[in-house]
């Protein structure tokens, strides 16, 4: 960077700008805008027991299109004596889902005890079983237990008739439709999908992979001269580097989630905890986004914030081929000493721009004129077949104007410089670079907003998926990837269910798809 280049950046920097938000863009939240809809505590909620909570989630058409409906063909096949249905079954494993316990047992306990009495009348578990043959109850308290199912009917549903992976696969479809009925009911939730979020959780497992050894540190063979593994069925990763960061190093699996500004969750996928968390993001942007977004206002344009471990050119691809513009950076906005050195050094590039010789960019992709004088503007739009665009603008008296259109132009050297990019080249899209011309660079204080929301959010996500649902809890008794799965989306289904029934008694807008917009309805009553 010349003196004069210098001069120049430090008067364009130095000009008061406010954050100016197009009209297509979700304005980004600020401190006290942010509401919970499924925290424990809400005013809202405080009347439902831990029984009407899962009522919730099991009378939405989404649960029962899908997990009703299944329940419904299992029930056909089975024995009419058993003593309980397939759903009565299913609500007792989400009641432990929302107790947060780790294990049926304490969730049994939890349930047939004193506490759970108003539990047990709204799950229907407060009725004996006598229609079962050779079932008898002689000792009236014991009546208490007798309509709970025990832990030997629970470990059967879960593992013989109702395996894991066929209710994973099921309540995977289930929260994608519980999204899209939560965003056609609730007008207020299909603004809240266009400021979305991303970021990845993992969950240690008490386990600790590896293989059988003898005393003296010889592996175990079998007879086939293989190594005897130590767990029979483990499906986890394992990051044992000391460069991995603490957070991120163990053994067990990882999930990223998707989330809105209030902390819902809208998208996840789980997997090995070594696997590349660009890779989840990719596939929900290419299989639920498109799903989610045909449920949001198609006349605005979304933005997704993500860590800088997403911002590749694939990412931004595909955020902006669904109408979401991607506001990730490369360089981080820590305090070490090592990213103030290499904020400094990307702010000291100069690179030329080809057709403007009077206009300038940094390493961060800002553009400045050479007299210092001109000012820039953002100009998102979508072109007709939903993609979304991020263009600058640039006027200035002096150096003339300016419009670069991002994933346009690509960095060229000797000199270094960036050129457009030619449609008859066929340039790959990893040298295509998508930050030129995309007007939430790092600096931008709307990028900045959108930022200081999904770290809130995110980690206030996190903070209640681990001390109420014990979700992320370290320590976690998983072995396979569908038992994780399965947790976590019975976990944010739950939440769904709950934000559903609290925008209804807060008194929000509530349409009904294919109608009119029916009278309100007296809320859910507490059980007798």
Known sequence: MTDAEKAAYARWQSKDRRARYPRQLPVAKGEGDVEVLYAKMREELKALNDGDKVRLLMETDAWESTLGARCDELDALADSRRAYTHRELEAAVLY???????????????????????????????????????????????????????????????????????????????????????????????????????????????????????????????????????????????RTSD???????????????????????????????????????????????????????????????????????????????????????????????????????????????????????????????????????????????????????????????????????RREKNPDRFVMVNPNDDVDIRRIDWMFGHFLHRDDKRSQAYGKNRYAQGEGLHGHATTRFELFADDAPYKRIDQVRLHVLMTYCLMHGLAMECRRRKGQTEVTPGGPPPAASPPLALAA
């Open 96 to 238: 432990q889902r929302l107790a947060g316990t780790r294990s049926y047992k304490a969730a049994h306990e939890k349930l047939t005890g004193f506490q759970g009495q108003f539990a047990r009348r709204a799950l229907g578990f407060d009725r004996p079983r006598d229609h079962v043959p050779n079932r008898r109850c002689d000792h009236e308290h014991n009546r208490n237990l007798d309509g709970v199912p025990s832990r030997s009917t629970i470990s059967r549903h879960i593992t013989e008739r109702f395996p894991e992976h066929e209710r994973a696969e099921l309540y995977a479809e289930c929260f994608v439709k519980l999204v899209c009925e939560h965003a056609d009911r609730f007008p207020d939730f299909r603004d809240e999908l266009l400021t979305a979020g991303w970021d990845g959780s993992i969950h240690r497992s008490k386990y600790t992979p590896g293989w059988k050894k003898d005393r003296a540190g010889n592996y175990l063979l079998d007879q086939d001269g293989k190594r005897i593994p130590r767990l029979q069925e483990w499906e986890g990763g394992s």
């Open 243 to 409: 460069k991995v960061p603490e957070s991120k190093r163990g053994h067990g699996f990882l999930t990223v989630t998707g989330h809105t500004a209030d902390a819902l969750p809208i998208a996840c996928r789980t997997g090995k905890l070594h696997e590349a968390e660009k890779n989840l993001v990719l596939d929900m942007l290419a299989t639920d986004m498109p799903v989610i977004r045909e449920h949001t206002d198609k006349t605005r344009i979304g933005v997704s914030t993500l860590d800088g471990v997403f911002a590749a050119p694939d990412v931004r691809r595909a955020h902006r081929l669904i109408g979401y513009l991607e506001n990730t950076h490369r360089v981080s906005s820590g305090t070490a000493d090592a990213t103030t050195r290499n904020l400094d050094r990307h702010r000291k590039l100069v690179f030329e721009i080809e057709g403007y010789p009077n206009w300038r960019a940094n390493g961060l992709r800002q553009l400045f004129c050479v007299c210092g004088q001109g000012d820039t503007f953002a100009r998102p739009g979508l072109n007709r077949y939903g993609e979304a665009t991020s263009a600058t603008e640039g006027h200035c008296p002096n150096c003339g104007p300016i419009h670069i259109t991002s994933g346009d132009w």
